[in-house]
């Protein structure tokens, strides 16, 4: 087989990024809600099916009123059954577009990834060791795969042999390049990331078509969203409800021909409409978009979700499990004071730690250097070939450098500087215990012989965790920390972070244990990890929130993979899923409150002849039709003006469940009835002055 240029194995959309959503045209959005027309289609949503149907019934009734003549004797009104059919219709579209705006989200992210992915090949390695080039859709788990600088990775894998610098903005929207080598917990590389330095082997994970790319294509499209409990139990109440209305308004028909209260008066198109407003057809409309914006919302913040119910678990969560390393901390010690021996000068002690840190690369040993440069501490210029480093040991358990003038200058821990000075002040072990106690780390300092001071490290809180954390608190979450460190270290950390509880020397099955032991009490369990140690837990806790970073165990077994690989994200993701549950919350207060108000604009209609019923009529409607009319259309008209709430979501901010209900039952509940007495009033109005009757 004839082997390509290196050029021709570039992915089409190689630096298309998940955070670009294209821009869909409106003439999209309205050919695909013109689509939905389609029965098999409209039937997933009975509501608006129920709605669909009547729409049907009453065309038929308006276009051919010689095959209904029992229907013609009831106060037949052509011009007012088309314009019924005409409202119906409206309001079945507008359901079909809300949910059409949706998807169109959904669709131009996976035209994105599957950009990315177009025209992926490999260059397998073969038993032998020969070199072939196949298309990427041809590899399968366990393959080898040999991936050059400037190639692109076709499919997901594990780096086998080798290191690379691999570039997965197209992925992530993050320029930053990441090392991916073999051993380690680093070695996990993405389909459709570009390796910029170094050449690996590449053992593959995953089979074409269940690559990570190909899910996150799948989940963010509308056909492959699961829906969530809360999603399926609403469903569920909406669906009887319509069909209890709908028995309710044929027993009602039944009712008003028994007592003649309105016999030759109350037709059939308003008997529809009457159960048309009646049933909660804008959140049924709203519904669907609803739970497709919660994904997207998601996918936004470049947090690849595996299904919409992970996303309402995060919004019920009751307990959160968090690392202490990376998630809590910034993840390595940092030092944030020096400490002067008796006898010796401060300026002494800084300069010295900083003489031992010049050519210590690692993030404690330039945290060193940054501390004292702070402190004004200045260095005459040495050069490289005047010095030597003495590189840290395991069994040394110190690092420094000889000066020109053959001078150490040393760091390391208190047990490793006493063995090499002989003999260490009691007062500096004072403070070395002190500092131990309250989970810092301190680092002897010597020059020559001589102690002269202590480094304390610290592995410092996150700026702004504090906060996140009382966010939490206030919504209800309670935090555990869970770390390997000793005891007055996590109860240091645990302190200043304010989470809520902590475990200390936990093991790789600490975790899993802790996670089982939360759910066992009826808890809804979150918690993050990216090492293969972590996978049991999360796949084991309602939301298992991996790194991308992490390895392909913890990626598989959690149910949503943060492409930035930050772990506080899952915050974020908390505030998402409790918006999503506000939202759809509040659109269907808004819908019942509105139902209440529509009441009273068309049961006056009906019962127009009946003056012991005129106490109903609050707005002073005169017309009947135009009074059922105008409700009908301000129900439809609802649709449109609230997609963007329901694809944006309802304002949250952390604050008690009762706050929060109180506040939307004001916001939504009363602005819902308010509105709707307002609009149809208004509507009334101007139907009224452009001349219908």
């Keep these: 087989m004839s082997a390509a240029t290196p050029s021709q194995t570039q992915a089409v959309g190689a630096t298309v990024s998940v955070r670009r959503v294209a821009h869909t045209s409106v003439g999209v959005v309205l050919s695909r809600s013109l689509a939905k027309f389609d029965p098999r289609k409209q039937v997933r949503n009975p509501v608006i099916f129920v709605v669909y149907a009547f729409t049907f019934f009453t065309a038929a009734v308006w276009a051919f009123p010689w095959l209904f003549p029992d229907i013609v004797a009831s106060g037949y009104s052509r011009p007012y059954y088309l314009a019924v059919t005409v409202i119906l219709l409206l309001t079945v579209w507008f359901a079909n577009i809300a949910e059409a705006v949706a998807e169109a989200q959904a669709k131009a992210q996976a035209d994105s990834l599957r950009e990315v992915r177009a025209g992926l090949r490999a260059r397998q390695i073969l038993p032998d060791g020969r070199r072939r080039w196949v298309a990427g859709t041809q590899l399968h788990r366990g393959d080898l795969v040999e991936v050059r600088p400037g190639e692109t990775v076709p499919l997901d894998g594990d780096v086998a042999k080798g290191g690379a610098m691999i570039d997965e903005s197209m992925m992530t929207g993050e320029s930053a390049a990441v090392v991916r080598e073999s051993g380690g917990d680093r070695t996990s590389v993405l389909g459709g990331s570009r390796v910029l330095d170094g050449t690996i082997e590449l053992r593959i994970t995953a089979e074409p078509g269940t690559s990570f790319l190909d899910r996150m294509i799948q989940l963010v499209e509308a056909t492959s969203r699961d829906k969530s409990p809360n999603e399926i139990a609403l469903t569920l109440v909406l669906n009887a409800l319509t069909l209890a209305l709908l028995v309710v308004v044929v027993t009602f028909a039944y009712l008003l021909d028994f007592t003649q209260l309105g016999l030759g008066t109350v037709n059939l198109a308003t008997l529809i409409a009457l159960f048309v407003c009646l049933v909660p057809t804008t959140i049924g409309g709203l519904l669907s978009a609803v739970g497709i914006s919660g994904v997207t919302r998601v996918a936004k913040s470049n947090v690849v979700c595996k299904s919409g119910k992970a996303i309402e678990a995060a919004g019920d969560l009751d307990v959160l499990i968090l690392d202490k390393t990376g998630t809590i901390t910034v993840g390595a010690r940092l030092a944030v004071q020096f400490v002067a021996a008796p006898g010796v000068d401060a300026d002494q002690c800084e300069r010295t730690a900083l003489l031992a840190s010049l050519l210590d690369e690692t993030p404690e040993g330039r945290s060193i250097s940054r501390l004292a440069t702070l402190r004004g501490i200045r260095l005459e210029k040495l050069k490289t070939t005047d010095v030597k480093a003495i590189p840290f040991s395991t069994a040394r358990r110190m690092s420094g450098l000889v000066l020109p003038d053959g001078t150490e200058a040393m760091k390391g821990s208190v047990g490793a500087i006493t063995e090499y000075v002989g ?30 001071g202590l480094v ?62 939360e759910k066992s009490h009826g808890r809804l369990v979150a918690m993050t990890g990216d090492g293969t140690n972590d996978a049991p837990a999360l796949a084991r806790a309602d939301v298992g929130f991996a790194m991308n970073s992490g390895t392909s165990a913890a990626k598989e077994a959690g149910n949503m993979v943060d492409l930035d690989s930050d772990p506080t994200k899952i915050i974020d993701v908390i505030s998402i899923g409790k918006q999503l549950l506000i939202t759809r919350g509040a659109l269907t207060t808004f819908s019942i409150t509105n139902d209440v108000a529509k009441y009273f604009a068309v049961i006056p209609a009906i019962f127009v002849g009946v003056t012991t019923l005129g106490f109903l009529n609050v707005l002073q409607l005169s017309d009947p039709r135009t009074a059922v009319l105008a409700t009908l259309l301000f129900n439809a008209l609802m649709i449109p003006v609230l997609i963007p709430l329901a694809l944006i979501g309802a304002s949250f901010r952390p604050m008690p469940a009762v706050d929060l209900l109180r506040r939307n039952l004001l916001l939504y509940g009363l602005g819902g009835l308010v509105s709707a007495f307002v609009g149809i009033k208004l509507l009334y109005i101007i139907m009224t002055m452009l001349g219908y009757r």
């Design 456 to 517: 304390l490290l610290k592995d410092v809180v996150k700026p702004g965790i504090s906060q996140r954390i009382q966010e939490l608190r206030t919504m209800g979450i309670r935090t555990i920390m869970c770390t390997g460190d000793n005891r007055l270290t996590a109860l240091s950390i645990a302190r200043e972070s304010g989470v809520d509880e902590f475990v200390a020397e936990a093991k790789p099955e600490t975790k899993l244990k802790l996670v089982a032991l």
């Design 423 to 452: 003999v260490f002040p009691a007062e500096l072990q004072l403070v070395a215990d002190d500092a131990s106690r309250r989970g810092m780390t301190p680092l002897g300092v010597a020059l020559g012989k001589k102690v002269v």
